[in-house]
């Protein structure tokens, strides 16, 4: 059983993917940008093991998938099983890196084959912007790698809150930073 080590995974994510997706939230990351808003996902030691399987059958019920984190191709062997079962399965998969698009590419060209759409490049904190979907700053890359999401949707970039059950809240995508500043202190003062 090859599995991938998770923080979180969200159902029906509207703002990740060019189509409404399940979230993969990765554990564990090596890039570390300075100004990074997730770095309780830095570490390994946190987090669960899910199977790929487990993975790809939770999100054949939303028709596609995201992998964000956290880095995803810090675990490239278990994150190639996940894209390549889920693209065999038919869903659509968006894969978020902060490694270079250039390095990731050549580096692991089974994505090419087995993605559809590539957002890559580390967060540079003094190229923030919210001028585009999917990425948080101007270096990084929009990568339509299959004819699945033909091309970029126009807008800027979004954020998406989940009220969740036990009362916490997910936010999915780039909020802007009134609503980072809400969600830090609390919606409620
Ligand atoms: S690659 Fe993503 S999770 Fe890792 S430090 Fe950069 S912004 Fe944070």
């Keep these: 059983m090859t599995a991938l080590r998770i923080a979180h995974l969200e159902r029906g994510c509207e703002v990740i993917a060019p189509e409404p997706c399940l979230g993969v939230w990765v ?39 995201a992998v964000l984190g956290g880095e995803p191709v810090d675990q490239v062997g278990a994150l190639f099983e996940l894209c390549a079962m889920a693209r065999d399965s038919g869903l659509g998969v968006t894969l978020y890196t902060g490694y270079e698009r250039d390095s990731v590419l050549a580096g692991h060209p089974w994505i090419r084959d087995k993605v559809d759409l590539l957002l890559a490049g ?68």
């Design 122 to 189: 580390p967060y540079v904190a003094s190229e923030r912007s919210e001028k585009r979907p999917f990425v948080g700053s101007d270096n990084q890359t929009v990568d339509f790698l299959s004819p699945r999401y033909q091309s970029p949707p126009g807008g800027h970039s979004r954020c998406e809150i989940h009220l969740e059950k036990d009362g916490s809240i997910v936010a999915c995508g780039y909020p802007d930073e009134k609503l980072a500043k809400m969600i830090r202190e609390g919606f409620a003062r």
């Design 27 to 65: 554990q564990g990351c090596s890039i570390r940008c300075e100004g990074c808003s997730a770095k309780e996902l830095w570490s390994i030691d946190g987090g669960r093991d899910v199977a790929v399987a487990e993975i790809v059958a939770l999100a054949a019920e939303e028709g596609a998938l």
